[in-house]
């Protein structure tokens, strides 16, 4: 059975932090590593991630995947309050649906 | 931009009735798919549709179906709506596989 462990599940950190939020999967015939924000209604892409090591950007955010070590991390640099959201991630096989992880609720205090 | 639509926020129904929830797609995606978000239990796939006419079970298929007589529009239907499927439901779709989803906003189901 395919599955996607997030952690944490829950931070809460001071405007100006850096935060680290992690994905593990466990996939068969894994194609890649998607990332999505989700504030208070659809979530929204942040990051398709297919090839190990290469470290993608947006702005304050970041993210790089580990084939090896079957995981992923999305950095948040300098928060803000408008990051307060939950970050999914998920993984595709390419062939059924995405498999999501349960997700990190991430709250910016100011 | 693509958009996906759900046509209802917020729903409250009553236990034993039919629910129907839609999902319109306007960018001729392939690939459409319901799930449900539990607090602590992420998203979970109920059905998705590949085609039209084409429908396959996802991880939590029970006590729902669906229907998808054309390209754009995918519905999830509850037969007899019971407490335990209080829920938000979230629609997606995508072009076809090695894609990101588009989400729909959600629709908040309360059934009481």
């Known amino acids: 059975e395919d599955k996607v462990v997030q952690s944490p599940l829950s931070l809460v950190v001071h405007e100006g932090d850096t935060v680290t939020l992690n994905c593990s999967y466990e996939v068969t015939n894994f194609r890649s590593l998607l990332w999505y924000k989700q504030e208070k209604k659809a979530p929204t892409f942040l990051f398709m991630l297919t090839s190990s090591g290469i470290e993608k950007k947006s702005g304050r955010l970041s993210s790089i995947l580990d084939k090896k070590e079957l995981f992923s991390i999305l950095n948040i640099t300098a928060t803000q309050t408008g990051d307060s959201a939950i970050y999914l991630c998920a993984a595709d096989t390419g062939r059924r649906a995405l498999t999501f992880g349960s997700g990190t609720r991430l709250q910016v205090q100011p | 931009d693509v958009k996906v639509t759900q046509s209802s926020r917020y729903l409250v129904k009553r236990t034993g009735e039919k629910v129907f929830l839609e999902c319109v797609q306007d960018?001729?995606?392939?690939?459409m798919f319901w799930y449900r978000q539990d607090p602590g239990l992420g998203l979970r796939l109920i059905y998705f549709?590949?085609?039209?006419?084409?429908?396959e079970k996802g991880d939590i298929p029970e006590g729902y179906s669906v229907s998808r007589e054309k390209k754009e529009r995918f519905s999830l239907i509850l037969e007899s709506a019971s407490t335990n499927q209080t829920s938000m439901y979230l629609c997606a779709s995508r072009p076809g596989a090695n894609y990101g989803y588009t989400f729909g906003s959600g629709t908040r189901l309360t059934v009481v």
């Open positions: 960018m001729d995606h392939e690939n």
């Open positions: 549709s590949y085609d039209v006419k084409m429908k």
